[in-house]
């Protein structure tokens, strides 16, 4: 499955949806996004997972380290509507801490 993401930029605040399966293949992918959005100074990041039905470890990588680099530019970044199997590798990994995660 291809990854799509679509991003929408209010002044300091961004929506990304994020649709297909994240991994090792794709991440880059995520990452050059959540980067970028960091490096233009966005200061809040809600990235939509609803569509998003796996994710590995370098995907859950890659929104740690933006999440990360968010934070210390004095931003945050919050995961909203994870899938089951997301929610449940974020939980099993002990990173959802690392953001702010909305569930439903």
Not at 78 to 87: A, E, F, R, W, Y
Request: net charge negative.
């Amino acid at each position: 499955m291809s990854l799509t993401i679509h991003t929408t930029v209010d002044d300091t605040r961004a929506h990304v949806d994020v649709a297909g399966e994240v991994d090792v293949s794709n991440a880059s992918e995520l990452s050059e996004v959540l980067e970028g959005l960091v490096d233009d100074g966005v200061k809040s990041v809600d990235v939509s997972m609803a569509s998003v039905p796996y994710i590995d470890s370098t995907g859950i990588g890659v929104l740690v380290g933006a999440a990360h680099k968010m934070s210390e530019a004095g931003g945050e970044m919050t995961l909203s509507k994870p899938q089951p199997n997301v929610l449940r590798v974020l939980t099993l990994l002990g990173v959802g801490t690392e953001f702010h995660v909305q569930e439903g």
